[in-house]
C-alpha cells in the first residue's frame, strides 16, 4: 500500500511516520518508526523527506519535544528544532576514488564531453560521485543538460543506484558564498532528477570536508526547486544537516 501511495503521489519520495506502539501519541511521543518510497522502489535514507516528517510533527501536530528520532533501515536518525530550521542527525558516508574508465560510459552518458576533475564511490549508499572541474561556475552546473533516459541501461549491475555531480564553491562577493554545488540524479530508483538530497549530502559532507580542510560548510543543491544546506560534522562521525521546511499542501488520502 506504500508504495501504490507513493508511485500516486510521483514525487521523489514519499515519507510514512508510523506510532512506535499503539498507545503512543503523535503529540507527546519522541520517537517514530520512518520509512521513505520513491515511485518505484522503497530507499534505505531520505535526508529532505526525514526534515520534512518533523516539520510535520514540530508546525502541523505540535508535538512537544524539542528533539525526535526515527526507526529507519539506515537505524536511528534524529531531527532537532533550532530556532526557524530543524537539524538532522545523519550517518556520514565516505567516498572512495573510482577508476574512470570503469564509469566512463556512465558519465558520458550523462555528462557529455563536461571536464570531470574526480571521481568517487560510496558503498554505503551506492551513490557514484562525479566532482566536474573546478573551471566551471555554478550557473553552468544548473544549466548543465543532462541525460537521465539510458542510465538504467548503461549502469544495469546493481552496483550504482544515485549519481552525484558537484563542484567547489565560490568566494562570496555579490551572492552568497557556498562552499560546494550539487545536483543528485537516480533513475535506477525512479527519481530522474532529487531537488534536495540529505542522504546525497552525508557523502559530500565526507568528500568536501576533506578536500577543503572544513568542519562547518555552507552548500547548495542546483535543482530547478534549489535548497540551502548547512553543514556541520560532529566528533562522533556523524553530519548535522540544517535546512528550513515549509507544510505548502494539506489533505486527506481516501481510498
Avoid at 2 to 12: C, Y
Avoid at 80 to 86: A, F, M, S
Avoid at 106 to 132: A, E, H, M
Wanted: with cysteine; net charge negative.
Amino acid at each position: 500500500m506504500h508504495q501504490k501511495i507513493a508511485r500516486e503521489m510521483n514525487l521523489s519520495e514519499t515519507a510514512f511516520i508510523r506510532k512506535m506502539h499503539p498507545t503512543d501519541n503523535f503529540t507527546q511521543s519522541s520517537c517514530f518508526g520512518l520509512r521513505w518510497f520513491t515511485p518505484a522502489s522503497e530507499v534505505p535514507l531520505c535526508g529532505h523527506a526525514t526534515l520534512a516528517s518533523a516539520a510535520v510533527l514540530f508546525y502541523k501536530i505540535k508535538n512537544m519535544n524539542s528533539m525526535l528520532s526515527f526507526v529507519t533501515l539506515s537505524g536511528e536518525l534524529k531531527a532537532r528544532r533550532e530556532e526557524d530550521d530543524i537539524i538532522l542527525d545523519l550517518p556520514l558516508y565516505p567516498a572512495h576514488p573510482q577508476n574512470f574508465h570503469e564509469v566512463e560510459d556512465l558519465i558520458k552518458t550523462t555528462i557529455g564531453n563536461t571536464l570531470v576533475q574526480d571521481v568517487c564511490y560510496s558503498p554505503d549508499t551506492q551513490n557514484l560521485l562525479v566532482r566536474l572541474s573546478d573551471a566551471y561556475d555554478r550557473s553552468f552546473l544548473e544549466n548543465l543538460k543532462v541525460n537521465t533516459e539510458n542510465l538504467t541501461q548503461v549502469e544495469n549491475t546493481g552496483k550504482v543506484k544515485g549519481l552525484i555531480l558537484t563542484l567547489k564553491g565560490e568566494p562570496g562577493g555579490q551572492t552568497q558564498a557556498f562552499d560546494f554545488y550539487s545536483r543528485y540524479f537516480a533513475p535506477w530508483v525512479g527519481v530522474a532528477e532529487d531537488p534536495v538530497t540529505g542522504s546525497a549530502h552525508a557523502v559530500l559532507s565526507s568528500y568536501w570536508s576533506q578536500h577543503l580542510g572544513k568542519k562547518e560548510m555552507h552548500a547548495f543543491q542546483c535543482s530547478r526547486r534549489g535548497g540551502e544546506l548547512g553543514i556541520s560534522l560532529r566528533p562522533d562521525g556523524r553530519v548535522d544537516i540544517r535546512g528550513g521546511a515549509a507544510i505548502v499542501l494539506e489533505g486527506t488520502l481516501t481510498a
